[in-house]
């Protein structure tokens, strides 16, 4: 079905323009630190993960876009930002929207496929047993030190080696699992790929649910600029917790440990873990519906 401004909500200059500004000041809250760091070539290993990890610039969460549905009207061409001026939306007279209809099939289909994933990731039994390994599996027997130029471990590396082979190790997810330390990788309950991510992928995982950020990212402009900040502040988050559960010493940036070679440490795990699921399992719903919408047109 053809979109047109009749079927949108029209927000005058006066009112998206403020809106456009707050969500600016809400996004620089995240990104005036790693911006600051990335300019003197300083690291902080919480705060500017995200900025590493996934290759967005920082500026894509901080330029607002409306989303599907809604209608900009602006006083004159010159003043509309470039953003909008892109082909992916279309502009009649005075106002602009996301344009659906000029989408192309390698879009939608990069969408249709994201859907799917959620919607099979939602479908899933979440496991909540997990305790964080991953990021133990990768220093296993120390062959590599993934983040050493960062930080030191904060354990001896043989009880980091003997938490690994005394626990179960059941990571679901193929981006944690393909940096695991080549000897952890049998230890693993499941061998993930690429290819078998819809198989595997469940709402209990840190990174499954850190990844609604990148599935977010990958969706824009249709989804807007207000779900993409969301899910952004629930990965920076679910990283927060990913390091404090692992076996590197933060201590130089105040980054208290979750001791999950501990059972008070574990089940400290398990509690922030589902919490945080939950917001994913809420945010990956809604991710789902407005792509849903998008790909009907």
């Keep these: 079905m053809k979109a047109t401004a009749e079927q949108q909500q029209i927000l005058e200059w006066e009112d998206w323009t403020k809106v456009a500004d707050a969500h600016l000041s809400k996004a620089c809250a995240y990104t005036t630190g790693p911006r600051y760091r990335r300019d003197r070539g ?5 705060e500017d993960f995200l900025f590493d990890y996934y290759p967005y610039p920082l500026v894509l969460i901080e330029l607002w876009h409306p989303g599907c549905g809604i209608t900009l009207r602006f006083p004159d061409i010159e003043t509309l930002p470039d ?17 659906t209809d000029g989408m192309k099939p390698a879009q939608r289909e990069r969408l249709e496929w994201i859907a799917n994933l959620l919607e099979a990731t939602q479908r899933h039994i979440p496991n909540f047993a997990c305790h964080g390994l991953h990021e133990w599996a990768m220093v296993y027997r120390a062959e590599e030190i993934r983040h ?10 043989s009880e980091i080696d003997a938490l690994i082979e005394s626990r179960p190790i059941t990571c679901t997810h193929h981006d944690a699992f393909r940096f695991f330390a080549k000897e952890a990788r049998p ?24 990844d609604l950020y990148k599935w977010a990212a990958k969706s824009m402009p249709w989804i807007g600029s207000e779900l993409l900040l969301e899910t952004f502040r629930l990965a920076n988050e679910l990283r927060d917790l990913d390091m404090r559960a692992s076996p590197y010493d933060l201590s130089a940036w105040d980054v208290t440990p979750v001791k999950i070679e501990t059972p008070d440490g574990r089940k400290q795990y398990e509690d922030e873990q589902r919490r945080l699921a939950e917001k994913a399992r809420l945010l990956r719903e809604r991710l789902i519906e407005t792509l849903r919408s998008v790909i009907r047109g």
């Design 42 to 46: 300083e690291k902080h290993p919480v």
């Design 83 to 99: 953003r909008f001026k892109s082909a992916r939306y279309r502009i009649e007279g005075d106002i602009c929207f996301v344009d």
């Design 148 to 157: 050493a130029s960062l930080a030191p471990l904060r354990l001896p590396q």
């Design 187 to 210: 230890l693993n309950r499941l061998q993930p790929t690429l290819e078998t991510r819809h198989l595997n992928e469940q709402p209990g995982c840190v990174h499954a649910n850190m």
